[in-house]
């Protein structure tokens, strides 16, 4: 879970993506989107995808984004459900709450809020949960 490398970057290229919020950016309003997208400027409002989400140093979001993967390196304030993996960098600042099925936080990496972890066979919206029941009485049979 904690991931002490000091070089977590992953180069990727503005070819990986469909959308891209530039660094001198800002965006008000909600993105849906059937592909991957990355933010490097400022976006205020909700992100939903079917691909993945990064978010550079420099980007930051203040609204929920859902999404198969989110890689952070840059800020989030609000709720994220990522179904596959989360990863939040050394630079990286989540907070609101997560759920996801994986969950990466590199040394120095920030995430303030809670997590939730969601199985493999669990559907789309639903997360891992046990109901427990307390035990039941039972009556004892008096002896003469």
Do not use: C, W
């Not at 978010?55 to 459900?81: F, R």
């Amino acid at each position: 879970m904690f991931n002490k490398n000091k070089d977590t970057t992953t180069k990727v290229s503005s070819a990986d993506f469909d959308t891209v919020i530039g660094e001198s950016t800002l965006f008000e309003g909600n993105i849906k989107s059937t592909a991957s997208l990355r933010v490097d400027g400022k976006v205020v409002g909700d992100l939903i995808t079917e691909g993945a989400v990064h978010i550079g140093k420099t980007g930051e979001v203040n609204g929920k984004i859902k999404a198969q993967q989110i890689y952070l390196a840059g800020k989030i304030k609000g709720n994220i459900e990522a179904k596959e993996v989360l990863r939040i960098t050394s630079s990286g600042k989540l907070m609101g709450d997560g759920d996801t099925k994986t969950l990466i936080v590199d040394e120095n990496g920030v995430f303030d809020g809670k997590s939730k972890m969601l199985s493999s066979t669990d559907s789309k919206d639903s997360s891992a949960s046990i109901d427990i029941e307390p035990p039941q009485k039972t009556k004892q049979k008096k002896e003469s």
